[in-house]
């Protein structure tokens, strides 16, 4: 055996062992107690993914939506399916379709003689209505005549032709407020 | 995952690396924790990270501690305490043998170079490979391992005086 090629000069032994070396040196750099961070950092850091993760707009989406949707519920409910209800007298007189007023439709009406029962339908959102009173024109035979202001959002119509006053209470009922004027 | 839970998940696991090189660069734990907040923000506030996760933390660190300590310089006079290691620890009394190795080691470790402190902080403290400590500090591969080898010298040298 040819000693002189097992034998190794100290820089490879330096080259050999300094691995090692290194490895030992970075265990005991990482065994030293290092100062730690306050709990506050990680209190505030937490409080950073919060605030990304579920920003303020994604937690009052759920609020927004709901809101929203009791808004829309309410807004269809209040005008666009509601349905207002006149109801008097004895007889009961068809009345021929009446014109519509931009966006409102009436689908079926009833006139009695000592009053009136009207069915409404709103087919559109008009927000404008929303102010109330408003006067229709409840016609000779108490027909109902789409006036310019009629708009079924509201809650209060008058007929000042026969002096009657139709009031709604939520959600489907109507009623009518003072006599109609005798024929 | 969304980069707010991997944010979340690398902060965990290297809370104590990122406050350390922090510490290291600005040498006050308070302004350390400072700049390990700003970097967290300014990563999630980005929403993308580009590479390697763990490196790209540890460079937003480091630039955010170097961006509050070139504040601090003009701003600050009272003193700071500077140490990257628990004071509790490194003056308790009756050190065992091993205690007085790792204490000359601290004392070493601190009187490093910034440049060799951080790549063995990053290393020993951080876990990480020489590729991500050369993507944490913007230098080339050969120059991470440089000043590593350096640093290691430098504290064995230090250790040998000690065991002498």
Redesign the interface.
Same mark, same amino acid.
């Given at each position: 055996m040819n000693d002189h090629t097992s034998s190794t000069t100290p820089e490879d032994h330096g080259r050999d062992v300094r691995p090692a070396?290194?490895a030992a $040196?970075?265990? #005991? *750099?990482?065994? *030293? !107690? #290092?100062?730690? !961070?306050?709990g506050?950092?990680?209190v505030? *850091?937490g409080a950073? $993914?919060e605030r990304?993760?579920h920003p303020w707009w994604k937690r009052a989406a759920p609020i927004a939506a709901a809101a929203g949707f009791a808004l829309a519920i309410g807004f269809v409910a209040g005008s666009w399916m509601s349905q207002g209800r006149l109801t008097g007298g004895e007889s009961r007189t068809q009345l021929p379709a009446l014109p519509t007023d931009g966006g409102t439709a009436i689908d079926a009406r009833d006139a009695r003689d000592a009053g009136l029962n009207m069915v409404l339908r709103d087919s559109s959102v008009r927000p404008a209505a929303l102010a109330a009173p408003r006067s229709i024109d409840l016609g000779e035979e108490g027909a109902l005549q789409a006036a310019e202001s009629l708009w079924i959002r509201t809650d209060r119509f008058h007929d000042p032709r026969r002096g009657v006053t139709i009031e709604r209470s939520y959600p489907e009922t109507w009623t009518l407020v003072g006599a109609p004027a005798a024929d | 995952m969304p980069p707010d839970r991997l944010i979340a998940d690398l902060y965990r696991q290297h809370a104590q690396g990122l406050f350390s090189v922090a510490l290291a660069i600005v040498r006050d734990a308070a302004i350390a924790e400072d700049a390990v907040h700003d970097a967290v923000s300014r990563v999630l506030d980005r929403g993308t990270i580009d590479g390697d996760a763990v490196a790209y933390l540890y460079a937003s660190v480091r630039n955010a501690a170097r961006d509050l300590l070139r504040r601090r310089r003009v701003r600050r006079a009272e003193p700071i305490d500077d140490r990257i290691f628990d004071p509790a620890w490194t003056s308790e009394p009756g050190l065992s043998c091993d205690q007085e190795l790792r204490h000359a080691l601290a004392g070493a470790i601190e009187s490093l170079p910034p440049e060799q402190q951080e790549v063995l902080l990053m290393r020993a403290v951080g876990r990480l490979g020489f590729e991500q400590i050369a993507a944490a500090i913007g230098a080339p591969l050969g120059t991470v391992a440089s000043r590593y080898s350096r640093g290691v010298d430098a504290l064995r040298h230090q250790l040998q005086e000690v065991a002498q």
């Open positions: 070396v290194d $040196i970075e265990r #005991l *750099i990482a065994a *030293i !107690p #290092l100062r730690r !961070p306050s506050m950092l990680d505030r *850091i950073l $993914i990304h993760t | -």
